[in-house]
Every structure is written in C-alpha cells, then in structure tokens.
C-alpha cells in the first residue's frame, strides 16, 4: 500500500463544489473494518471536545489516526480542509435491524453561511451497505442551498438523489451544508457508521494537486445541473458554485455562463473632465443618469 498523501486533482475538487461531496469506495483495508466493527460495537471511541487538533483528538495509532491516515483519505482530506485541520466531533451511528423510520432529510450545518469556507465531513462505512440496509441518502448539488438544519425533513423525495450501497471499507466527504439523511435498515444486519466533522485551520485556497486546473473537466463539473434543480431558481446553485471556486482556486475572474460577472459588475463613475475655461467660469459637473 503506497504511504504518501494522495492529493486531488483540480477535476476532482470542481466534482466536490459540485456534488457536495466526494466518494472514495473500498479504500479502507479489510483488516481495519473488522477492527472498527469491534470497536463501534464495544463503544470503546473517546469523547473529543469541539475544536481539537488531530494529534490531541486522536493518538498516534488509534484507530481514528489510522483511518484518517490512510494515503487516499489523508490527501483527500488535505485537499478540502488544508493540512491541521481540527476536529469538531465524532461519532458513530447505528441503524439497529428492522429499525423504526428513515432520518428526515437535513443539513447538519445549522445556520453556518460562510460562502468561501466549509467544513468536511468524513463517513466511513466499515462493512458493505446493501440496498436493504438502507445507507445515507444524499442530494447531490444541495450543500449551497442554505437551510436551517430540518428546514427540509418534509421532503421525502427529490429527482436525483442518491442513496448510498457501497462496498466495504468505503469513505464518503461531504460538504457541511449537504442534504442528508440516514435511511431505514431493513435488513436483518446491523449497519454502522463513522462520522468525523473536520475544520479547517488554514484557508482553503489551492490545498490541491492544480496541475490539471485549467482542464476542460474543470468547467464541465462545475456547470453541472442536476435533476432537482428549478430551470431558473438551479441557476443560482451554478452562481453560488462559482463563487466558490473563485475563492479555491484564487481566480476571481472564473466564471460559467457570465453570470457572476454580470452581477458583480460596478462599473467606476466616469473620471472629472478637465476644466478649460478660467477658474472663476468653472461650471458644476451634469449629473450622471444611469439606464438599464
């Protein structure tokens, strides 16, 4: 297994802003998920106060510190949040057998509006997720649309959203404000899951590998529509996505479709034109009208 951090692309992290989220299956060896399953089912993980380094939160060869070492998730992780990130919480869920209700739909973001920064989620899976365990649905191109937490638990199904099946030892990063939602385990299996919050400790800015930043792929992920979006209120998912990238990649001049632009655009007032008549005859400047 290689042990150097394994960055994004710039296509990959265009795909991230997009979706909202990045999937990374089967990444996790065999050995470490049946590690995990004996520890979620013996509740053996510390608790981690909010805002704690990843050293402090989680000791070197931990569990914890392994799984967010591996050299796929650590360079995915850095990409998104930057080297140090700190830890916000963690915990693990469990979906007992033939459990009760699905989880309303939700963003687990409460009131957190920031447009040029974002927290990341890690959820890794340690055993595989069938279609009657149910997994975690997700609406892929959510996280910009801003809710207060179960703003949208009444809604039960949006045009395509995805629910997760996955292979074991499978990893999931999620922008914080990602729509989401654990789904019912109709299946005779337990099904759990790990959930790591992290922050970011520097500013996310070109964290990645930007050798492929002016790829076609770039632009192709981040004009993405998805199923759900309205013809007209989708295009403001398109607006607030650029903006976001404009901070990422440090190009405030990117843009899809000039929409961004077009909005920004301030144009200067017109310069003083220079005075020929003597002092005393100067007359004052004509107000300047604009028209749409």
Known sequence: MPTTKQLLSSAEVARFTAHGFLRLDGVVPREMNEEALSLFAAGTLPAVPYGTPVPTAFPEASFTRRLIELPVVAGALESLVGPDPEIDHHFVHVRMPHEGSAQALHADAL????????????????QEVTADMGGTLVVPGSHLRRINESDTGRYQNLRGQTRLTCPAGTVLLLHHGIWHGGRRNDSDTVRHMYKIRFNPTVPQVRLWDTRDLDSPAVREEL??????????TGRLEIHNRVLLWRSLSADPGFDIEHWATRIANRPGAPAAPTATAAPTTTAAPTAQRSTA
């Open 111 to 126: 009131i957190d509006v920031r447009p040029d920064a974002f927290d990341v989620q890690l959820m890794y899976y340690p």
């Open 223 to 232: 004009g993405r529509f998805f199923p759900w979006y309205e013809q007209a």
